[in-house]
């Protein structure tokens, strides 16, 4: 974690910095396979067991269970609310050899040697104690599974034009970050958890996400300029104290401008690994 950001703001508690609101849920079910865990493709063959921890609204989860069929895949989530929209999707899909369910990934309901596969993506990084989630996941693993985990690293985020206001934005986010007891540069610390929670081989990558296109600037820039204001995470900002309504209605003019720039870009850095149980 950088030094400038002080530790002892964390609350004790591992809370969801983005929340479930409209906006974030919008983007989150954009996310596939192919543009989210493509690392993970040679894993997902027809009949393999897969686990997906943090599962949120089921795009990627129903993705995996086109791929495995005829296996059930089973997606778990905190939310029971982001569970039921989840499942809803797979309905409207036509996809039945998936499900969802509340779970907890410190304590997955599930039996020891279960699956072959244990998907986590932009999960460990809001988590207080990945390492003990790791753990878990290790332990619902086959002998051979592996877990395939992918999280952003806030500390790689570049973007151009150099609008001042995503200076604070990410400035505000990371502290936001922190203090719900997460870990915003998680991108590059997944294999030192892994390390640590007893997997026997760690393979590592990494990918980025881009976006650039007129469509993807105002999807990108017009979801975070909702979020600035009227997410979770506005008001995590404003009750930690790391930024006013001020602050958060400057950053949200700030995702509308640069959103509105024909050469504007935006790229986020992932770590990505598959951790040998």
Same mark, same amino acid.
């Given at each position: ?82 569970? !039921?929209?989840? @499942? %809803? ?8 050899? &998936? ?5 907890? $990934?410190? *304590? ?85 958890? !892994?390390?640590? @929670? %007893? ?8 990918? &980025? ?5 007129? $469509?993807? *600037? ?60």
């Amino acid at each position: 974690m950088d030094t400038d950001i002080d530790r002892s703001e964390v609350a004790p508690r591992d809370e969801y910095t983005h929340g479930h609101h409209e906006s974030v849920v919008r983007t989150h079910a954009w996310r596939t396979v192919a543009n989210s865990a493509e690392y993970l493709i040679p894993h997902l063959q027809p009949g393999a067991l897969v686990l997906d921890v943090g599962s949120g609204p089921g795009s990627i989860t129903i993705d995996i269970a086109r791929r495995v069929d005829p296996a059930p895949v089973r997606g778990v989530d905190a939310s029971a609310q982001i569970v !039921a929209q989840a @499942a %809803g999707l797979a309905a409207d899909n036509g996809v039945h050899n &998936v499900e969802f369910a509340v779970d907890d $990934a410190y *304590r997955l309901d599930a039996e020891d040697d279960t699956y072959d596969v244990v998907h986590a993506h932009q999960v460990l990084q809001h988590l207080g104690r990945p390492e003990d989630a790791l753990r878990e996941f290790r332990r619902v693993l086959k002998p051979g599974g592996v877990a395939g985990v992918r999280d952003v690293d806030y500390g790689g985020v570049i973007w151009y034009p150099l609008v001042p206001a995503l200076d604070k934005w990410l400035d505000v986010y990371r502290r936001v970050h922190v203090w719900n007891g997460g870990d915003p540069l998680a991108g590059r610390t997944l294999k030192h958890w !892994a390390v640590n @929670a %007893g997997f026997s081989r760690v393979d590592v990558s990494a990918s &980025v996400w881009l976006f650039s296109s007129p $469509a993807e *600037r105002e999807w990108w820039g017009g979801s975070w300029a909702e979020r600035a204001v009227e997410s979770t995470f506005a008001a995590h900002a404003i009750e930690s104290g790391h930024a006013d309504w001020g602050d958060l209605k400057e950053i949200a003019a700030g995702w509308r401008e640069w959103a509105a720039h024909d050469d504007g870009w935006l790229l986020m850095p992932h770590g990505e690994i598959i951790a040998h149980g």
